[in-house]
Nanobody, 115 residues
């Protein structure tokens, strides 16, 4: 059974940086797209960034220029580097692995941006 485990969340002041990591086990992620979503209180889950198996990326407009996404197929991991964090980036961040059959989700990691 595939499992995704996120790490790297926490509290940071506005303008700070955090790096989220997601490790997949029980499945080879190298042929699949992976990404990060987030959900703030009272809001729907939204796409933050996505990276295909070939390395193509796309980002939500709200994070373009501040966030980058990368993957290491040998390690079965995907990372999200978040710079210039804003209070509106506060949310639970979820890693996702996309396959033809279904999407696999991590348990989520909290990111809080406040002074």
């Amino acid at each position: 059974q595939a499992q995704l485990v996120e790490s790297g969340g926490g509290w940071v002041q506005p303008g700070g940086s955090l790096r989220l990591s997601c490790a997949a086990s029980g499945i080879s992620a190298r042929l699949n797209a992976m990404g990060w979503y987030r959900q703030a209180p009272g809001k729907e889950r939204e796409l933050v960034a996505r990276i295909t198996s070939g390395g193509s990326t796309n980002f939500a407009d709200s994070v373009k220029g501040r966030f980058t996404i990368s993957r290491d197929n040998a390690k079965n991991t995907v990372d999200l580097q978040m710079n210039g964090l804003k209070p509106e980036d506060t949310a639970v961040y979820y890693c996702v692995l996309v396959t033809l059959q279904r999407n696999y989700w991590g348990q989520g990691t909290q990111v809080t941006v406040s002074s």
